[in-house]
């Protein structure tokens, strides 16, 4: 069962990323201030929840929250100053595009670089634990497919509308056959090694 706030009495903003581990397309985060007495039976870690339930939470999600925002930094960026370093960005982003200015946020894992003038709490597995990390996670996973099925009509020989851009043993095949795009992330795994 997820808990809807970590503190009592104060605006909180769950904080979440999404495809930190792929080959490429962009790192997406999300941050999500939710109301009180916001339950959905389907809300869980996005890694947890289906594809098709997924897409039925964001709307749910965009439109009960009290404030939400998604940013994302490019491969070009990431391959610049590393994929941690992205993923804290896309999360300031997302928090500085956040039309209610919460209290306290709840970050998603172990380490997070301080927001200026909001104090925070690093949650290992977070979203599986509270209500706004995990609708975080839902609308960064979500937001980042979206964009993954958009570039995939350019480049369907990496099959990006299945595997979002992560290493499947398809997509590494296909990389070692056409090469690298754009899109994909330079300094990451069988990218490095491929023209």
Same mark, same amino acid.
């Given at each position: =069962?997820?808990?809807?706030? &970590?503190?009592? +009495?104060?605006? *909180?903003?769950?904080?979440?990323?999404?495809?930190? +581990?792929?080959?490429?397309?962009?790192?997406?985060?999300?941050?999500?201030?939710?109301? $009180?007495?916001?339950?959905?039976?389907?809300?869980?870690?996005?890694?947890?929840?289906? #594809?098709? $339930?997924? *897409? %039925?939470? /964001?709307?749910?999600? #965009? #439109?009960?929250?009290?404030?939400?925002?998604?940013?994302?930094?490019?491969?070009?960026?990431? $391959?610049?100053?590393?994929?941690?370093?992205?993923?804290?960005?896309? =999360?300031?982003?997302?928090?500085?595009?956040?039309?209610? !200015?919460? *209290?306290?946020?709840?970050?998603?894992?172990?380490?997070?670089?301080?927001?200026?003038?909001?104090? @925070?709490?690093?949650?290992?597995?977070? $979203?599986?634990? &509270? %209500?706004?990390?995990?609708?975080?996670?839902?609308?960064?996973? %979500?937001?980042?497919?979206? &964009? =993954?099925?958009?570039?995939?009509?350019?480049?369907?020989?990496? +099959?990006?509308?299945?595997? =979002?851009? &992560?290493?499947?043993?398809? @997509?590494?095949?296909?990389?070692?056959?056409?090469?690298?795009?754009? @899109?994909? /992330?330079? %300094?990451?795994?069988?990218? !490095?090694?491929?023209?």
């Amino acid at each position: =069962m997820l808990k809807s706030s &970590y503190s009592n +009495g104060i605006i *909180e903003a769950g904080c979440d990323e999404a495809g930190r +581990g792929c080959l490429a397309g962009p790192v997406f985060a999300a941050a999500v201030v939710l109301p $009180d007495a916001f339950y959905h039976p389907l809300l869980n870690d996005s890694k947890q929840v289906s #594809e098709r $339930d997924r *897409e %039925t939470l /964001r709307p749910i999600i #965009e #439109e009960s929250a009290l404030s939400w925002s998604v940013a994302h930094i490019l491969q070009d960026e990431i $391959d610049k100053i590393n994929i941690l370093k992205a993923s804290f960005k896309a =999360m300031h982003l997302a928090i500085d595009g956040l039309k209610t !200015r919460p *209290e306290l946020l709840l970050i998603d894992g172990h380490i997070f670089p301080p927001y200026f003038g909001i104090s @925070h709490h690093c949650i290992v597995k977070g $979203d599986a634990k &509270y %209500t706004s990390i995990a609708a975080a996670s839902i609308l960064a996973k %979500t937001h980042r497919d979206a &964009y =993954m099925h958009k570039i995939h009509h350019d480049h369907p020989q990496f +099959g990006w509308n299945k595997n =979002m851009g &992560y290493g499947t043993a398809a @997509h590494r095949d296909a990389i070692q056959k056409y090469g690298v795009s754009p @899109h994909h /992330r330079l %300094t990451f795994g069988i990218c !490095r090694n491929v023209k």
